[in-house]
C-alpha cells in the first residue's frame, strides 16, 4: 500500500466559503479514497474516485483525479462549521490487498 | 445495521497489566483491520485480517502486542504488559470482498498509566 500526502496540514475558513485540500501520491492507483475524522471519532468514508475518472461529485464535494500528476483535491463548497473535522486521502492500489495507509491528513476548521 | 462495534470505549490501566480490546465487524465483511491513532504518528495500520486469516502484522509494534480473529464475527487486540506509550486510539475497521471502502468503529480510548 501506500500512503497519501494532504496539503495543507490545516485550514481556517469562515463559513460560507470553499474549502479546497490537495492530496499527493507516488505509484499508480486504482482508486483514491477521501475519509472525515470528526474529532474523537472513528474516520468515516467519504468519497471514491477511480483511476478513470477525472471528476467525481457528492453533495457539496467535489474530487477531482490527475493521474498524471498523481494528485487529487477535495472541494467542500459553502462550508459550514459541521463540516470542522480532519480530511483524509487513502490512495489504494489493488493487487488483491485492501490495505489503506493514511496520511496526517488536513485539519479543517470552518468558523461559524 | 450497527456498524463496527468496538468495546470498551475507554480503557484506564496500570503499566504492566493486560489489556484486552475487542471489535465486531459489519456483517458480511470479511476483511478487518486494527489502527492505532497518536498526535505524534498519526493513523496507523497494525494488521488486517482477511477471512479472519492474518495477512499483514508488519504494523504491530512489538512481540506485547497481538490479535486473533476467532469467526467472522469478532476480533481482539491484546497488549501485555501495557506501557504508558501504548496510550492512544485504537480503531478497528472493516470492508467488504467487493468494495474497497472501508468502515471505522467509534474507537477504544486507552491510557495507560
Known amino acids: 500500500s501506500q500512503q497519501g500526502e494532504e496539503d495543507p496540514q490545516a485550514l481556517s475558513i469562515q463559513e460560507g466559503e470553499n474549502a479546497t485540500m490537495n492530496c499527493s501520491y507516488k505509484t499508480s492507483i486504482n482508486n483514491l479514497q477521501w475519509y472525515r475524522q470528526n474529532s474523537g471519532r472513528g474516520l468515516v468514508h467519504l468519497i471514491l474516485?477511480?483511476?478513470?475518472?477525472r471528476e467525481k461529485h457528492s453533495g457539496r464535494l467535489r474530487v477531482t483525479l490527475d493521474t498524471s500528476k498523481k494528485s487529487s483535491s477535495l472541494l467542500i463548497t459553502a462550508s459550514r462549521a459541521a463540516d470542522t473535522a480532519s480530511y483524509f486521502c487513502a490512495p489504494y492500489s489493488g493487487a488483491g490487498s485492501y490495505q489503506l495507509t493514511f496520511g496526517k491528513g488536513t485539519k479543517l476548521s470552518v468558523i461559524p | 445495521d450497527a456498524g463496527v462495534i468496538q468495546s470498551p470505549r475507554h480503557e484506564v490501566t496500570e503499566m504492566g497489566q493486560e489489556v484486552t480490546l475487542r471489535c465486531k465487524p459489519i456483517?458480511?465483511?470479511?476483511?478487518l483491520f486494527w489502527y492505532r491513532q497518536t498526535m505524534m504518528r498519526g493513523l496507523e495500520l497494525l494488521i488486517y485480517?482477511?477471512?479472519?486469516?492474518?495477512?499483514?502484522d508488519s504494523g504491530m509494534p512489538e512481540d506485547r502486542f497481538s490479535a486473533k480473529m476467532p469467526n467472522a464475527s469478532f476480533s481482539t487486540l491484546k497488549i501485555q504488559p501495557s506501557e504508558p506509550r501504548d496510550s492512544a486510539v485504537y480503531f478497528c475497521?472493516?470492508?467488504?470482498?467487493?468494495?474497497?471502502?472501508?468502515?471505522f468503529g467509534p474507537g477504544t480510548r486507552l491510557l495507560v498509566l
Open positions: 475497521a472493516s470492508s467488504s470482498a467487493s468494495k474497497e471502502t472501508q468502515y
Open positions: 485480517f482477511n477471512n479472519n486469516v492474518p495477512i499483514d
Open positions: 474516485i477511480r483511476s478513470n475518472e
Open positions: 456483517s458480511g465483511h470479511n476483511s
